[in-house]
């Protein structure tokens, strides 16, 4: 009998990352689910991890050779035998009533075709990890733009937390080989016809990047590829998605003008970092958390605003670079 939930993890030398992930879908009160890890060629793999577990958990493990996280997820969606496709990133924990409280929430409707759920700190994570998860996910930065509760834009399913019927597959097809695949995804979704839908009550604990260094490098790879999605989907930039170039351009603005004018010019900046930081302080209740949110926030910001900015003046002003589908094309391999 096949599963309802197929759970579809790509994983790229992530051996204690993925230990803890399927120790928290082994504490699942719901059973009604498989799991299928796909190695993509990682140089080390987790096997023995996965396969320590397989008396705890319906899970089966695949290797195949590394061609990115897209084509690993429609691999794993192949070999799947459920009626609904679930996603989370390896670096995902996920609450021992996840499955329960996702299909209490199917089942009460309104019927969806496709979900996507928030994300959260654990009370286990680092300081830094903590600051992270503020940034990303606060109204002040672009948890606005990202979809939630309080969103400035329709609600976008992410990879780290979302599923889909395998009818949606079947008529949409799979992951293209992209950054922000996410986003392409669940945009052909809804062009199709399909119904979206946020369950705010179905989260999972993301761990995101460790450090500021690889933050800045994730956030600065999702502001170019912001510019990625309007050349695929002409019209889909809105000005929410400009608002952190905003903010770079507007910071080099008032230091210039501190540096040249006035200091007073810095007022507006501090008064913003300051509600950053009492937000977030009064959304975490720890002082460590919220001075770390300050600069997690402005890494935030300034890494998608630099990447944003440098992808619109190289692909949209000058018009350089390959069509973008070719550029699908060559991170394919093809």
């Known amino acids: 009998m096949s599963p309802r939930y197929s759970v579809i993890v790509p994983v790229y030398n992530r051996i204690g990352e993925v230990e803890e992930l399927l120790d928290s879908l082994a504490a699942q009160s719901f059973r009604d689910f498989e799991v299928i890890i796909v190695e993509d060629g990682s140089t080390l793999p987790c096997r023995e991890a996965v396969e320590t577990r397989a008396s705890k958990l319906d899970v089966r493990y695949f290797m195949k050779d590394n061609e990115g996280r897209s084509i690993a997820r429609n691999y794993g969606i192949e070999r799947s035998r459920g009626e609904w496709l679930v996603f989370f990133d390896s670096d995902c924990v996920i609450p021992p009533d996840y499955f329960s409280r996702l299909d209490a929430a199917l089942a009460a409707g309104p019927s969806l075709d496709c979900y996507g759920g928030p994300d959260a700190a654990h009370e286990s994570f680092s300081l830094t990890q903590k600051a992270i998860n503020y940034a990303m996910t606060s109204f002040l930065t672009t948890g606005g733009i990202r979809g939630g509760k309080v969103s400035l834009e329709k609600f976008t399913p992410r990879t780290f937390n979302t599923g889909f019927r395998r009818r949606v597959y079947d008529r949409v097809g799979g992951f293209r080989e992209m950054f922000s695949e996410d986003i392409d995804m669940s945009t052909r979704i809804r062009q199709a016809g399909f119904s979206i839908g946020l369950l705010p009550d179905v989260a999972v604990y993301h761990k995101r990047r460790v450090n500021f260094r690889k933050f800045f490098r994730q956030v ?115």
Request: net charge positive; with cysteine.
């Open 220 to 334: 600065y790879v999702f502001g170019m590829s912001r510019i990625t999605l309007q050349l695929l989907y002409p019209g889909s930039l809105k000005l929410v998605h400009c608002f952190p170039a905003l903010f770079v351009l507007g910071v080099v603005a008032m230091i210039l003008l501190a540096i040249f004018c006035s200091p007073w010019w810095l007022l507006p900046l501090a008064v913003y970092l300051l509600a950053i930081f009492v937000t977030a302080l009064s959304s975490t209740r720890s002082l460590s958390i919220a001075l770390l949110a300050v600069p997690a926030s402005v890494i935030q910001l300034s890494g998608y605003g630099i990447g944003f900015i440098k992808a619109w003046f190289l692909k949209i002003f000058l018009r350089r670079g390959r069509d973008v589908n070719e550029e699908i094309e060559a991170r394919r391999g093809k």
